[in-house]
Every structure is written in C-alpha cells, then in structure tokens.
C-alpha cells in the first residue's frame, strides 16, 4: 500500500491555514507605516538611549561614546521599510517604527 506524506484531513487544514495567513501577511508588510511608533520612553528604546531626533542625543550620557556626527537610524543596517518614510520599522524594536532621524546605541552602518 503507498503511504501518503499527508493525510487527506492534514492537507485540507493546511491549505486553509495558509490561506487565512497569507492575507495577513500581505497586509502586515503593506501596512509597516500603520505600526505604532516607538515611544523614546518604552525601557528597550530607553536602554539603548534611543532618540526621535539625533539632535537631542545625549553626548554626555557614555552609551553616546560611539555616536558620529551622520549617523541615524536612515542609515543603519538594522532600518526596513520604505526609505522614503519618516518613520520605518527596526529589526531591533519589532511591531514599532522608529524615526528616521534617530538614533539608538546599537547604530551599525549599512553594507
Ligand atoms: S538599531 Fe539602528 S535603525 Fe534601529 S533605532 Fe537603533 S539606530 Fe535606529
């Protein structure tokens, strides 16, 4: 007798789960610029001295020893998003968006 991978029942909820979630999918990548945007005082963006505005970065704060004149969140490898945004999703704060002028101590430059 030859043995299916599936059975007829798994492959049925299988292919209604992937239909029920690529709809959110779609939608969760073309809607980024609905996500919240971080808040400077949530704890992870205060731990890592983030900032909306680089201009209002604390220079004598010793987590702001790295920081060099240029640098923002529009030019560190860790934005996503639409480069023509304001405010753009983070790989270090998911489900938020971060401004474009900022700036967090975790700054790397892009490739
Ligand atoms: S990791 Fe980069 S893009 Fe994200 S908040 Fe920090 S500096 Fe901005």
Redesign the pocket.
């Given at each position: 007798m030859k043995e299916f991978p599936l059975t007829r029942r798994q492959f049925i909820r299988s292919a209604a789960l992937a239909g029920a979630a690529g709809p959110l999918l779609l939608n969760g990548q073309a809607r980024a610029e609905d996500l919240p945007r971080l808040s400077e005082d949530d704890p992870a963006a205060r731990a890592?001295l983030?900032v909306h505005d680089v201009a209002d970065l604390d220079l004598n704060n010793p987590m702001a020893a790295r920081f060099e004149p240029g640098q923002d969140?529009s030019n560190?490898v860790?934005?996503e998003g639409d480069p023509a945004a304001d405010w753009r999703p983070?790989t270090?704060?998911p489900g938020k968006l971060?401004s474009n002028r900022?700036?967090?101590a975790?700054?790397a430059p892009q490739g």
């Open positions: 890592l983030y969140c560190c860790f934005i983070c270090y704060f971060v900022g700036w967090c975790i700054w």
